[in-house]
Each structure stands twice: as structure tokens, then as C-alpha cells.
């Protein structure tokens, strides 16, 4: 579905949840795909909105499910919110919520973790959000520390069914400050454009490659670059007319683009 162009990529930037694997299982020709972007030694980067792991943790997962990516070649909500903070206020303070992929993050940003009059409250996924952390940063937002959020997304998958995400627990803090948060994560373009400075490529050869209208490809759109739709994850054909945007190209999944590397 969806001509080619004879545009020339030279970058890949992907999702991975719905793109690359599903529920821990690999998606067909992921694998294959990841395997020619390192033979021809193509830069790219496997993005995800996932705060909780760090890119160590996500690359043995990968690796676990059969697809081979290096951890300097996942780049995460987490890794953009510190690059993000360390360009706003270098070696600046932080309370925050959230698991091991945000706080080694943004320790290995030269943030220090406080309670006490941090610069900022940065809130990212945890599987057991605390009334109390909940309760702590409300207060240290009322007294002015400004409000960042890894990503806006509502809900996270589990077996059991949907878990409240971070946009969620944003909108009760939101609710009891009058203050919004700013997102760095999908849809978010800042954090295509870190991760576009992290393997120095240029937007004009580099395509996106997500499973999401409303977060990969709006958000590869707005950052300049060339977008395929993956019908292996949430949207299913029908769906992308509802949009009043198009990615560039639609495909059944990641196979199809294994001979355009």
C-alpha cells in the first residue's frame, strides 16, 4: 500500500511496541529488518514513550524476543526528557517520579534528585504510583518548581488490561495546580529532533516508522520527515482516513521495508 518515492533515506528512526514487537513476541521480519539497517550500516535509532527501562534493560528484551539492537541505539522519553533538561538548566534539580529508566537518566545528565526546591518535578511511567510522591509533587509545583512530563500517553498495556499512565497522573497534578506540563516525548517533534542530533542525521533523509497516527506519525510529520504507517499495531487500515493528516506511505509491516534499506 502506498507508492515509494525515489527520496533517499539514509537515517531510520522506528517505534517499537507495534512495529518491532508485540506483547514481547517479535513481529515478522523486525528481526530481518534491524539485521540489514547494521549490515549496511545505516544510523538509526528504536524510539519508545517507555520511561520505566533504561535502554540496557529495553536491548535485552529486544534481544530476548530475537532482534538485535545495541543500547546506544535505543533512545527513550526518559533519555530525551534529561538531554531535554540538561540543555534548560545544566546540572539542575529534580524531584521525580518515576523507575530506573528516568532516574539513571537524568543522574547521568548531572541532575541532582531532591526534595528540596528542585528546579523542576519530572513525572515518567512507574507500575506503583505513590499518593504520597503524588502528594509531594503537587506541593513542589504549587511552590514554583516548573512541571515536566515524559509523555503524554494515558494509559500503558498490561495483561490484565489498561494501567493509568503518565498523562493520567499528569492531569490529576494539572488538577490540582492549574499548571500543565510540558511533554517531551511522541507526539511531541523534540524528541525526533534529539534523537536526530544523537546520530547526527538530517530530517530530510531520515523516514519514521511507527504503528501510531496520533504519536509516531504526526509527530514525524512535524519534525520534517518522510512517515510509514505499520498496520501491525493499533491502526488498522480504515483508520488512517479518519486523520487530517497522511504519513507518507502505508505498509502491512516493518518486512515490507527490509529491501528499502
Known amino acids: 500500500m502506498g507508492a515509494m518515492t525515489s527520496r533517499t533515506i539514509e537515517c531510520w ?73 540538561t540543555e534548560q538548566v545544566p546540572n539542575g534539580s529534580a524531584y521525580v517520579i518515576g523507575e530506573a529508566g528516568l532516574t539513571t537518566a537524568m543522574h547521568e545528565a548531572g541532575y541532582t534528585l531532591t526534595e528540596s526546591s528542585p528546579d523542576y518535578v519530572v513525572l515518567g511511567e512507574t507500575r506503583t504510583y505513590s499518593f504520597e510522591a503524588i502528594t509531594k509533587a503537587i506541593r513542589l509545583i504549587k511552590a514554583g518548581a516548573r512541571f515536566i512530563a515524559t509523555n503524554p500517553d494515558t494509559t500503558g498495556p498490561s495483561a490484565e488490561g489498561p494501567l493509568p499512565a503518565t498523562g493520567a497522573v499528569a492531569a490529576m497534578i494539572t488538577a490540582a495546580t492549574g499548571r500543565s506540563p510540558y511533554y517531551v516525548g511522541k507526539p511531541n517533534p523534540m524528541m525526533f529532533r534529539s534523537a536526530l542530533n544523537r546520530v547526527e542525521a538530517h530530517s530530510e533523509t531520515t523516514a519514521m516508522i511507527g504503528d501510531r497516527m496520533d504519536t509516531d506519525v504526526v509527530a514525524g510529520i512535524e519534525a520534517g520527515l518522510e512517515t510509514f504507517l505499520v498496520l501491525t499495531g493499533s491502526t488498522a487500515p480504515e483508520d488512517v482516513d479518519h486523520h487530517p493528516f497522511r504519513p507518507t506511505h502505508v505498509v502491512d509491516s516493518v518486512a515490507d521495508l527490509v529491501d528499502r534499506v
Not at 44 to 53: E, K
Open 13 to 85: 528512526l522506528t517505534d517499537m511496541d507495534g512495529v518491532l514487537v508485540h506483547e514481547g513476541e517479535a513481529i515478522p521480519g523486525a528481526a530481518d529488518f534491524i539485521a540489514a539497517l547494521r549490515e549496511h550500516e545505516r544510523p538509526f535509532l528504536v524510539l519508545t514513550n517507555n520511561s520505566i527501562y533504561t535502554a540496557r534493560d529495553l536491548a535485552a528484551r529486544l534481544a530476548h524476543s530475537g532482534i538485535d539492537v545495541p543500547e546506544e541505539a535505543i533512545w527513550t522519553s526518559a533519555l530525551a526528557t534529561a538531554t531535554f533538561l
